[in-house]
């Protein structure tokens, strides 16, 4: 079963206070991300992979095509689905970690990770319990956890999103340059849970530069290339 | 996923006009002539056809410069001003199904009572500075229909201790406390009756960062904790970006865009959104 079925997806920014230009970012865009797969996506700064990425979360609006995605009670376009209809999905089903931390000031390590959890899990000390597992995980000192990350190193910034993005179990993870600034020992943790929570059935998209990741993490590449995807090469591992 | 019936508020062509308006007073105002003034009759249109729906839980930003309506709207929708034209329901109200803006005075001001909360960007329009500040929270209690004294105070130290007031200063009027600490002891007085909806207005404007930061944390815990659906007025964005779910662009009295804050902020797609997020320092 697909997840996410992309077709002829076109994103341009027109961008009216300079004077009307016009940037393309993504053309023709067609893939789909079955259940429990993880696709990688490549491809150099400026080819579209976080525009991809942003549109499939809708913090970009596409210009053109559809990105259906299967949600738990039932397709949904993520193009044109209503604001609430999205809201509802974030808080639930879909996660996008981007490459830097960005979060609300003044909270904790802790409740930054545990945050998503909060939701669902009415006991906070338990969604905290969790949180403070994954933070171990990934070797994240226990004397920053409860600080606020704001002032974390770039390398202990990246475990707290990366626990903050699969806490709650997504279906569908977006994640961008999860293991980037992070030790060997650490990058392997992060393959090992993104691996587990595909075992769930997760369907993950992961944008990455790093092939020793990719290699261990994707069933399957997407290259993009002046914002189209020009080779679609199955790996099997 | 329909959710067509899940609102909280729903508000359909809002509008206020000051003066007379003529046929053409919408035609000839709005952001694509830069002006909420009518030429042919000089009417000031301050907010025209606005249309929204809250969700229980739901957070919503209204940004714009200054004069572009988006007080207006809380303050209609408070009772504050009167509507020239257009409706809004509460879902607690009558089931949603009377238009609250049409409500009598007295129904009016059961709605405010029991269903809203406001917090104003001046402390002097939302707290009775001739009372003490557990006073006015009492004040806003008694109007829900609370009548033990005991019950009361109980009630009110809860509210002052969630709000970072030391209890002992309950019997100062807010005049002898810092502008951050009136700032809280108005929210305190604004939820004091556990209202589903809160509208804030402009609250952190004209307070020093520390003290910003301190209601901010505060608004998002109370939001968190009690689940209030908040409307939340602001021209700065970054208090748009840190508090809200979706947010409202407003310009010459209009809703110029509206969509999810991170896309508003990041893909802003108004001309005016556009010069907005590019101004962000």
Redesign the interface.
Do not use: C, M, N, Q
């Given at each position: 079963m697909n997840i996410i079925e992309v077709n002829n997806l076109s994103k341009t920014?027109?961008?009216?206070?300079l004077h009307e230009k016009h940037i393309t970012a993504l053309q023709h865009i067609d893939m789909t991300i079955g259940e429990g797969e993880i696709v990688g996506l490549t491809g150099k700064s400026g080819s579209g992979k976080s525009s991809l990425m942003?549109c499939l979360h809708?913090?970009?609006?596409a210009t053109g095509g559809e990105i259906l995605y299967q949600?738990l009670?039932?397709v949904?376009d993520l193009v044109s689905?209503?604001?609430?209809?999205?809201?509802?999905l974030r808080r639930s089903e879909i996660r996008y970690c981007s490459q830097f931390l960005s979060v609300?000031?003044?909270v904790s390590a802790i409740d930054v990770v545990a945050e998503p959890l909060?939701r669902t899990e009415k006991d906070k000390e338990l969604a905290r319990a969790r949180s403070k597992a994954l933070l171990e995980a990934l070797g994240l000192p226990s004397g920053l956890w409860d600080a606020y990350p704001v002032t974390f190193s770039g390398g202990e910034q990246q475990r707290v999103n990366v626990a903050r993005a699969i806490i709650a179990r997504p279906r569908l993870l977006l994640i961008d340059e999860p293991t980037a600034s992070l030790d060997a020992k650490t990058k392997d943790t992060v393959i090992e849970l993104i691996r587990e929570l595909k075992g769930h059935g997760t369907a993950v998209l992961c944008i990455s530069h790093d092939e020793y990741t990719l290699e261990r993490l994707a069933d399957r590449r997407l290259h993009l290339q002046a914002g189209r995807i020009i080779s679609n090469v199955t790996q099997v591992i | 996923m329909s959710a067509e019936n899940q609102w909280l508020l729903r508000v359909r062509n809002l509008t206020k006009i000051y003066g007379e308006p003529g046929l053409r007073t919408l035609e000839l105002t709005g952001p694509q002539v830069n002006s909420n003034i009518c030429p042919e009759t000089e009417s000031i249109v301050a907010c025209a056809g606005v249309s929204f729906d809250l969700y229980p839980g739901e957070v919503l930003g209204i940004v714009g410069e200054s004069g572009s309506g988006k007080s207006t709207v809380v303050k209609l929708l408070y009772f504050d001003l009167e509507k020239t034209a257009g409706s809004a329901w509460l879902a607690p109200y009558e089931e949603g199904r009377a238009n609250i803006l049409e409500a009598s005075g007295q129904q009016k001001r059961r709605i405010r009572n029991h269903l809203m909360g406001m917090v104003y960007q001046n402390p002097r329009e939302g707290l009775n500075f001739g009372f003490s500040s557990g006073g006015n929270i009492a004040e806003k209690l008694i109007m829900a229909g609370q009548m033990h004294v005991g019950g009361i105070r109980e009630r009110a130290s809860y509210l002052l201790e969630k709000t970072e007031i030391p209890v002992r200063r309950m019997d100062d009027t807010p005049g002898t406390f810092s502008g951050g600490m009136q700032q809280r002891v108005q929210i305190a007085k604004a939820i004091a009756n556990n209202p589903p909806l809160l509208f804030l207005d402009e609250v952190t404007t004209g307070l020093d960062v520390s003290v910003q930061a301190k209601v901010l944390d505060l608004i998002r815990e109370l939001q968190q904790e009690l689940g209030i659906a908040m409307i939340v007025v602001s021209h700065d964005l970054s208090v748009i970006r840190m508090l809200t779910d979706r947010t409202l662009v407003m310009k010459n009295g209009r809703i110029v865009e509206a969509g999810l804050t991170d896309q508003i902020l990041q893909d802003p797609q108004h001309a005016y959104t556009q010069l907005l997020v590019s101004s962000l320092l």
């Open positions: 920014f027109d961008l009216h206070i942003k809708r913090t970009y609006l949600s009670g039932g949904v689905a209503d604001d609430h209809a999205v809201i509802a609300i000031p003044r909060f | -």
